[in-house]
């Protein structure tokens, strides 16, 4: 009987800009996985109806984003695929989206850094829900004044970092005229006790005064020295190489003058 199929252990949710993408064990042999979304407040939405994958894309089933919700994932024998009413699942943990999803990475979109003032201009990640008009909402979009980012920022090959805080989506920092700057950016809300960091945006540079011993290292000045050394040497002994094929020019010259007044 279904009384006896397994059930799914190690449900677990994983979420990254309110994608949200429930995941269990082991796989189904036999029997199928169906889905169940409780919501306290809504009503029940079922995904991935009878499956035989270990995961399933939920975003969609929790649009109420600060609602908090749990899944239900039913065992289902092939006789049973229309009832779903008394067939063996397990429950997952609590998950409500607004304070456990993940804070992806922010886009730099600009950048730059003139005199002492250095300018980076950034881009909220989207999240899959979309605006009536069709457009897709940004995470601040939905997180409004809870959501801030943080540039953090210093001088080039140096380990001193500094980091300031702004709501709006371009830094303006003061910097050392001429020196490079490396930077990154990330999400934080603060009002959260976990999950409060977002991922780090990817490392840039300014170039700033660059030169080519900044932008390639020792290898650039090894391959100068090498092309310097050779060029030296082929002055050198370029000359002497000549000066004394022309000698020996001249002396065979002379030889073949003296054999043909000889005979």
């Avoid at 407040?41 to 089933?61: G, H, M, P």
């Avoid at 899944?71 to 289902?76: C, D, E, F, Q, T």
């Avoid at 899959?128 to 943080?150: A, C, R, T």
């Avoid at 390639?216 to 094929?245: M, S």
Wanted: proline fraction near 5%.
């Amino acid at each position: 009987g279904y009384e006896d199929l397994p059930t799914a252990v190690n449900i677990t949710w994983s979420s990254i800009n309110f994608k949200t993408i429930l995941q269990w064990q082991p796989k189904p042999s036999g029997y199928f996985y169906t889905v169940e979304i409780h919501g306290r407040t809504s009503d029940v939405k079922r995904k991935c109806i009878l499956t035989s994958e270990t995961e399933c894309d939920v975003t969609d089933a929790l649009r109420n984003v600060k609602e908090t919700y749990t899944a239900h994932i039913l065992s289902v024998m092939p006789a049973e695929m229309d009832n779903f009413e008394d067939q063996p699942f397990a429950v997952s943990e609590k998950f409500t989206p607004y304070s456990q999803t993940v804070i992806g990475k922010p886009e730099i979109k600009n950048y730059s850094q003139e005199g002492s003032k250095l300018n980076v201009v950034f881009q909220d990640p989207l999240t899959p829900y979309v605006f009536p008009n069709g457009s897709f909402q940004s995470i601040q979009d939905i997180f409004q004044h809870d959501l801030e980012y943080k540039l953090y920022y210093w001088k080039d090959q140096s380990s001193g970092k500094k980091d300031v805080t702004t709501k709006s989506r371009n830094f303006e920092v003061s910097v050392d005229s001429g020196k490079n700057y490396c930077f990154y950016v990330q999400g934080i809300i603060p009002s959260r006790r976990e999950n409060r960091n977002g991922q780090e945006s990817m490392v840039l540079c300014t170039s700033a005064g660059r030169n080519i011993l900044d932008e390639y290292g020792t290898e650039v000045f090894i391959i100068l020295a090498v092309i310097a050394v050779a060029v030296i040497t082929l002055a050198i002994v370029l000359p002497v190489v000549l000066c004394k094929r022309k000698k020996a020019k001249k002396a065979r010259a002379v030889r073949e003058k003296e054999l043909l007044n000889g005979v």
